[in-house]
Structures are given as structure tokens and as C-alpha cells.
């Protein structure tokens, strides 16, 4: 799994709900990257983290929150402010040679 | 700004080879990357090139010309398994990753 896992597989948000997706490592590495995912384009990144209680907006950051509390650590939450939030959500360490199986997230 | 550029498409034979081709415009340059998508799965990192030149890795070549702004990614002896995105990937003056779309590729028997 390249040291990185995410959960859950599938995750189906409410209208107006906040959700939070799981991202986990255990390589002891500093850097973490979140990335979305939709069809017919490139990967564009919400969030990163470089270091323990510090973390960087990417392009696509509006709607996202993160936290890095532990350094194995790093879960992305949807806000209801994301209005489109149906996407693939990757979780990456380390300059994102090695991603987690990844997140798709739904709408209902 | 920041451009990648790669086919949308391509479709191959088994056996074959395939050069899948991607451009880029970027804001410095740190490295490219290749990766390997399967449909419904997380990227799988294929190879990095950082200088002028090929690098091969078994059946997998990748190409660099950064005068040209151009790399290639070689498959030989296509199997039906190689059915995939390829995703190319630029790392920027920031270290940060510029994507591109990513190419299908359609292996047929």
C-alpha cells in the first residue's frame, strides 16, 4: 500500500453536511498532500502539510479544511461550503510519489 | 501560466509499442513524473526525469528534452494489464506538482 492508507473506500454526503476523509502513513514522513480528482483532468491540490501543525493551501482549497495534529496523520474534512464535492480524493506523502487507494466521495 | 499538455486517447495493439508524448510550460522545473492509473485506483509512480536522456525501466522507457519542454513515455510488448491512464506530472520551481490530464490508453488483442 506504499505506507499510506485512506478510508473509507466510499463516502456519501448529505446536503448541508460536513464530512471528513481519513488519511493515514506509517514512514515516519514529513510531507503529506491531498489531492481531487474529477474526470477528463489532472489531479489539482486542496491541501498539504510539510510539518506537525503546519499546513498549506493548495489551488483548490475553498470548502476543505485539514489538521495536522500527529504526523502519521492527515484528514481532509469536506465543509457543506464545497458545492461540488463529488469527486476522487487522494491522500500522497513525501513530493506525492505514493498515494493512498484513494477516497469517492458522493452526494446523495 | 502552467500548462501540461498529453492526448486525451491513444489506442495500441498487444505486443506493440506505444509512445505516449506530454508537453509542458511550467514555472521552473524540478523533475517529471510518469504515473500509471488504472480505472477506479490511486496513481502508481512509473518513473521520474529530472535530466536529458532515456530512462528505462524493463518494459517502460521515459524520455527528457527540457529545451524542448517535451517527454515521452515508451511501452514495449503491450499486455492487456497496461490498459490504463498515464498521468504526467511536472514539478515546478515550488516543488509543487503541475498535472496533466492524463492519456488513455486502449491496448486491443
Known amino acids: 500500500d506504499g505506507g499510506i492508507t485512506q478510508s473509507p473506500k466510499y463516502l456519501f454526503r448529505k446536503e448541508g453536511q460536513n464530512v471528513t476523509l481519513s488519511c493515514e502513513q506509517n514512514l515516519n514522513h514529513d510531507a503529506m498532500y491531498w489531492y481531487r480528482q474529477d474526470p477528463g483532468q489532472g489531479l489539482r491540490l486542496i491541501y498539504y502539510s510539510q510539518i506537525v501543525n503546519d499546513f498549506q493551501k493548495g489551488d483548490i482549497a475553498e470548502g476543505y479544511s485539514v489538521s495536522r495534529e500527529k504526523k502519521e496523520s492527515f484528514p481532509l474534512t469536506v465543509t457543506s461550503a464545497q458545492k461540488n464535492p463529488t469527486a476522487f480524493y487522494l491522500c500522497?506523502?513525501?513530493?506525492?510519489?505514493?498515494f493512498g487507494p484513494g477516497t469517492r466521495l458522493l452526494v446523495l | 501560466g502552467q500548462n501540461i499538455d498529453q492526448p486525451t486517447e491513444m489506442t495500441a495493439t498487444e505486443g506493440a509499442i506505444v509512445q505516449i508524448n506530454c508537453t509542458y510550460q511550467?514555472?521552473?522545473?524540478?523533475?517529471l513524473f510518469w504515473y500509471q492509473q488504472h480505472a477506479g485506483e490511486a496513481p502508481t509512480f512509473l518513473s521520474y526525469n529530472v535530466l536529458d536522456g532515456l530512462e528505462e525501466k524493463g518494459r517502460f522507457s521515459s524520455f527528457l528534452s527540457r529545451s524542448k519542454g517535451y517527454s515521452y513515455l515508451l511501452l514495449k510488448e503491450l499486455q492487456m494489464k497496461d490498459s490504463a491512464s498515464y498521468l504526467c506530472a511536472v514539478s515546478d520551481s515550488n516543488y509543487q506538482l503541475i498535472w496533466g490530464a492524463g492519456t488513455k490508453l486502449i491496448i486491443k488483442p
Open positions: 511550467t514555472s521552473g522545473f524540478n523533475g
Open positions: 500522497a506523502r513525501e513530493m506525492t510519489q505514493y
